[in-house]
């Protein structure tokens, strides 16, 4: 099947009970094996995502929002591998050997109107990474040939991993901005996992980048990464007025990254007329929505769009954007999940965790 040996068992990070301290305890599992439309990666490195640490600690249950049963208690959805089993359909388009990328939506079902017209984003039969399919935080993963991204030579796995949610996420937030470059973007949270990507992509697309986040370390971050201006909201007592200062009539966009209530209220007064509020957040609290007062909207002709997730073409479009220093990691191991997500609830971690799963 193969020139590599695969085992027949294999060490995953599984969701605990309630009732448990952890959220995760490696366990020995079989090794799956790929069906005709698959190929079987093993995963040497998986990114940690907010959503990761939001299935995995029942964040979003009063959203009705759970791992479903099928993904047998895996999350995970920012894996990088290398292909060591090929399904029967896939020979040819897949080869021993190849570097791949498993991504949010593990699958889709080509058929229905979303997936004919290109948004295969909201295909009706999709199955998702790690929420509705087993995800990354495995040795060995199952993956649908037709969605796996191959990841370009140029790029390492440590690099590729987080790009293929928070890297695409934060690219195709920009695009859905509709700023031009020498335009001004407000990047509220900038210096976290998804803003520091933000930020370059971008700076990379020309447009004037204002960060705000707080503490020195993530200053430095955001300047070096490209951001024209950063902006402590912990030290400033009018970030809205400084936002004005800089862009003299207010920004042409803003992504909301935050999930904070104070950030969704924020976001629409950093804009200019005929400005952008993209919204990318995920917040905990049920109470929290995106709110602009009907008058402020109309007479400053104001656009509010969602951003969730990315079609295949923009991650591809999202790699060949990439730049030396894309992303910035914290590099840990997958049995160390668990204290990983410990300090990503504390805000200790500047720029994107990336765990390492196998050599």
Known sequence: MSAYEIPKTQWAAVKTTRTSIERVVMKLIDVPRPKASQILLK???TGLCGSDKSFLCDDWEAFGINMSPET?????HEGVGVVVAVGEDMKGRWNI????GVKWIASVCGKCDFCQDGEEVHCLNQTN?????????????VADGQCTTKIPDTITD???APILCGGVTAYAACKKSGVRPGGWIVIPGAGGGLGHLAVQYAHAMGMRVIAVDTGERKRQLCLDLGADAFIDFATTEDTVGEVKKLTKHGAHGVLVIASSKEAFTTAPKFLRPKGTVVVIGLPVDTSVVMGVPPGQMTQMELRVVGSF??????VEEAFDLSIRGLPI???GELEELDSWIDKLQGGQV???VVLRVAN
Do not use: H, L
């Open 158 to 160: 440590q690099e590729a």
């Open 43 to 45: 995963i040497t490195y």
């Open 72 to 76: 047998e208690g895996i999350a995970g």
């Open 350 to 352: 500047a720029g994107r």
């Open 129 to 141: 990474s790690g929420f509705t399919a087993p995800g990354t935080f495995q040795r060995y993963c």
């Open 309 to 314: 997730a990315a079609i295949k073409k923009e």
């Open 97 to 100: 050997g190849d570097r791949a």
């Open 329 to 331: 990691v914290s590099e």
